[in-house]
């Protein structure tokens, strides 16, 4: 079975402090890992995925397959920056559905 | 830039009546999903549908749930006779190909009184 595991509800930091979302998964194969990411009212944005290794918004994340996670992290968070983020994992296989966390809300205070 | 639209964006029915989320997936796209989010809770997956068929349906897609592309645009998930556990926020989603990224619509919140 797969799962997702976002431990904390809500995270809150001061403007220019470093953040790191949490999120580790459970699957047998090999997944693929998505941040996506819900600001106040808007749709579910993809922010992250663990194949294109790139940074967006200065977010970065790495697959730690030794330990299963696939943490959030910015060394300087930003206002703009607050919103709901879910990681989710698509397993290799079916029609690759999401699976979802439990999400994490941001907040960065100033 | 194309986007996954739904509608509307809040239906309210009577326990027991039939309800129909339409949404309207970009247009190139040929994987398209269902997912609902209850208050509270984590999103969670319903329906994938390819090549005019389900390719896989969760534990919570019963039979009182149905999708259907009627056309070359819409993609619908009918409730048949809906209950008050199925208020939620549904999602629609879709992808051009297998290894691309999913985009979403804004949702539609079905309450059910």
């Known amino acids: 079975a797969q799962r997702v595991t976002q431990p904390e509800k809500l995270l809150s930091v001061f403007k220019g402090a470093p953040v790191e979302l949490k999120c580790n998964y459970s699957?047998?194969?090999?997944?693929?890992l998505f941040w996506y990411v819900q600001y106040s009212r808007q749709r579910l944005q993809l922010l992250l995925r663990?194949?294109s290794r790139e940074s967006i918004k200065g977010f970065t994340a790495d697959l730690n397959k030794g330990e299963t996670s696939f943490h959030l992290k910015k060394p300087f968070a930003q206002e703009e920056d607050s919103a709901m983020y879910y990681c989710?994992?698509?397993?290799?296989?079916?029609?690759?559905?999401?699976?979802f966390g439990a999400g994490t809300i941001l907040r960065v205070k100033s | 830039e194309p986007e996954v639209t739904q509608t509307p964006s809040h239906q309210v029915t009577q326990m027991g009546q039939e309800v129909i989320l339409r949404c309207v997936p970009i247009s190139n796209h040929l994987y398209f999903y269902w997912y609902r989010q209850i208050l509270g809770q984590k999103v969670e997956f319903l329906v994938s549908f390819y090549n005019n068929e389900i390719s896989e349906k969760s534990e919570i897609f019963d039979d009182q749930f149905s999708v259907e592309r009627p056309d070359g645009s819409n993609f619908t998930l009918k409730i048949r006779s809906t209950k008050l556990e199925d208020s939620a926020m549904y999602f629609c989603?879709?992808?051009?190909?297998?290894?691309?990224?999913?985009?979403f619509g804004d949702g539609t919140r079905l309450s059910i009184l």
């Open positions: 989710a994992l698509s397993p290799q296989e079916y029609g690759n559905k999401l699976v």
């Open positions: 699957y047998s194969g090999s997944p693929e």
């Open positions: 663990h194949i």
């Open positions: 989603a879709s992808r051009y190909e297998i290894g691309q990224p999913q985009h």
